[in-house]
């Protein structure tokens, strides 16, 4: 097979190639992982949590002008692509609750599978993600 230089590839083919990778790294996404009742945390469940300041670690998959447009109060940012990398910070709560969302979901599942497979025990996902988050208008730092 002929390989075309990098620089002849299509902008959308790298976007593609990037995210065939992910697929191949992180497993196709787990819709079973992120729709279990018992690994989703409602909005106003965090939301009470949040006034109680007993909210559990809030990971922000997305991308770094992603979370900048406006996250859940607390969250840290550790984008999909550099999980992987960053794994030891959040190695100290693998038995702990964490909370991961992104978008849509899509993200968060990829997440949470990777996480699964590391020995987390406590993943949760954020029911609706940041999407409904803000169609709900609740709060949200920048």
Not at 75 to 92: D, H, S
Not at 130 to 139: E, K, T
Request: aromatic share 6%; hydrophobic share 40%.
């Amino acid at each position: 097979m002929i390989r075309a230089p990098l620089s002849v590839v299509s902008p959308k083919r790298a976007c593609l190639s990037a995210a065939a990778l992910w697929l191949a790294v992180l497993g196709a996404p787990s819709l079973a992982w992120a729709s279990h009742l018992e690994t989703t945390l409602a909005q106003r469940l965090l939301v009470e949590r949040l006034q109680r300041g007993e909210a559990p670690l809030l990971v922000d998959v997305r991308t770094p002008g992603e979370y900048q447009s406006g996250h859940v109060p607390g969250a840290v940012n550790i984008p999909l692509q550099e999980l992987q990398r960053r794994l030891e910070e959040l190695r100290p709560y693998r038995n702990t609750e964490l909370v991961l969302y992104c978008e849509t979901g899509v993200r968060a599942g990829h997440a949470g599978r990777f996480l699964e497979q590391q020995g987390f025990t406590e993943l949760r996902a954020l029911q609706g993600h940041m999407s409904a988050w803000r169609s709900a208008g609740l709060p949200a730092e920048r």
